[in-house]
């Protein structure tokens, strides 16, 4: 059997594309918190969010906020934040090991819930969280700019309730929007109180651009702040005209997560060269093994979303499987 080491040696060395931007300037925040910019338009109108760097080396977000906040953009209607999160870690963001600043102590993403944030808990990330939470309980639509590790098509993560299916569709793009019920390893900012709530008026999305590093994600994520925006009637499409369109708008495609594979031993392996939206013909098709485990797909038409081995570890989602809605 490959060792941990030995297979981390096979995986994909990406080129780094994008030119990670100096967000220093934008440090000194409108209300008193650091990086996080609020705008009020004075015309009724709800309070929209767009935020970048939930993870320090996800770079085509801190591109798309730096360009929003340079531009000058303001809202028509209601009121806009432009905010960068784990400015922590992407500061320490190193082009000779580019994985190594995800997080300083924890996952940023995975500490949204009641018992995190208010419990004795003291990582840099919850401290983070908790400087931004009185902005967020404000938010009533939010934008979380993601990037993924292994070169796949962009998704859109709406949640699992009809609200953010919806809300993924009136944005229209990226074409696939994957239909998922949160994270077990802990909560993520897109599931964070009203968000998760299908009975609350609040509404997010998660957007992942495509692989950290390639050109292509500066687009994705430029593309989908300025058609969230226009779709919430934030601002007016003249506003942010020279991003809309950058990445094309495609028939929608919604992919309901029905299972989410968690690797139980360091010996976990896929079966073929998985790069995420393979869609698997037959039930019962031998996908990976975990040691003795033989991993299989549960239905026809299994569609693989977000394969991925980087940081392969027991507990640690390495796939997840999805069906096409209205297939049978």
């Known amino acids: 059997m490959m060792t941990l080491e030995a297979l981390r040696a096979t995986l994909p060395v990406y080129p780094i594309e994008l030119h990670k931007p100096d967000i220093r300037r934008w440090k000194t925040g409108t209300h008193g918190i650091d990086y996080v910019h609020t705008f009020d338009s004075g015309v009724p109108g709800p309070h929209v969010m767009i935020n970048a760097l939930t993870h320090g080396n996800e770079l085509c977000g801190a591109i798309a906020v730096d360009a929003l906040l340079a531009a000058g953009v303001r809202p028509a209607r209601g009121r806009l934040t432009l905010s960068f999160a784990n400015v922590e870690a992407y500061e320490r963001f190193d082009i000779n090991d580019p994985d190594a600043t995800r997080f300083i102590d924890e996952d940023l993403n995975r500490v949204w819930s009641a018992d995190k944030l208010d419990g004795p808990g003291n990582s840099l990330e919850l401290r983070r969280a908790r400087e931004l939470r009185p902005v967020i309980d404000t938010v009533d639509y939010l934008l979380d700019i993601h990037s993924m590790h292994e070169k796949a098509e962009p998704l859109m993560l709406t949640g699992p309730h009809a609200k953010g299916v919806a809300l993924g569709r009136l944005v229209g793009a990226p074409s696939h929007l994957m239909i998922d019920a949160g994270h077990a390893a802990g909560r993520r900012l897109r599931d964070y109180g009203g968000f998760g709530d299908a009975a609350s008026p609040k509404n997010a999305l998660l957007i992942e651009c495509g692989q950290h590093f390639e050109r292509v994600s500066r687009d994705v994520a430029l593309d989908a702040c300025a058609r969230f925006l226009v779709a919430l ?57 975990d040691g003795a485990l033989q991993i299989v797909t549960p239905y026809d038409n299994c569609v693989l979303l977000q394969p991925s081995l980087r940081h392969l570890a027991p507990g640690v989602t390495v796939v997840r499987l999805g069906r096409l809605e209205g297939s049978a």
């Open 233 to 289: 009637g934030t601002v007016d499409a003249s506003a942010v005209s020279e991003w809309l369109g950058m990445a094309p708008a495609l028939e929608v495609r919604c992919i309901r997560v029905t299972d989410p594979v968690v690797a139980k031993s360091t010996a976990f392996r896929f079966a073929d060269d998985y790069r995420g939206m393979e869609t698997i013909a037959r039930a019962g098709t031998v996908i990976a093994t």
